[in-house]
């Protein structure tokens, strides 16, 4: 089912909209899913733990950290979610290899882009609450991106 953000907004009080600061990658302009979460800095192993699941139209929301110093999904991972059936993914820092996931069948938004690899420790947490871009993402609760922004809500609207 198509969706736009702005309708969904104008239907519904009670949805968190995200501040506008991301970039838009990926060849899905529009996605939504319910979201599962992770929070790291500059270590993308629990990143790439999570897509290496069955995403089920899911969205992986990525607490960063707002790092702009290296990256934290890369081509490999991004086609592996693809692979996975996950529907986006939303990160608070970098992506790299930008040419390569514009090519893929995944909606992704980043800060921006970075050459760099980040490291690989393991540190971090899933599946909890994080705060960026002055909303509250949920593991559970439901995210819809597009051309216009991010938003969430409680429950699935669509």
């Known amino acids: 089912m198509t969706f736009q953000t702005a309708d969904l907004t104008d239907e519904h009080d009670n949805l968190q909209v995200a501040t506008p600061i991301f ?13 599962v979460t992770v929070k ?29 110093r290296c990256a934290l999904v890369g081509d490999q991972i991004a086609a592996m979610a693809v692979k996975n059936g996950w529907s986006g993914i939303v990160v608070f820092g970098c992506i790299r290899d930008s040419a390569v996931i514009n090519d893929l069948d995944i909606g992704v938004r980043a800060l921006n882009t970075h050459p760099l690899k980040s490291i690989k420790q393991g540190a971090g947490y899933r599946d909890i609450a994080v705060t960026f871009a002055g909303i509250t993402f949920r593991p559970g609760e439901h995210i819809y991106a597009d051309e216009d922004g991010i938003v969430l809500s409680a429950t699935a609207l669509l």
């Open 40 to 68: 790291v800095f500059e270590d993308n192993v629990l990143v790439k733990d999570a897509l290496t699941e069955s995403g089920d139209g899911k969205v992986l929301v990525v607490d960063g950290g707002g790092s702009l």
């Open 23 to 35: 970039q838009q990658f990926g060849k899905r302009v529009r996605f939504h899913g319910e979201i």
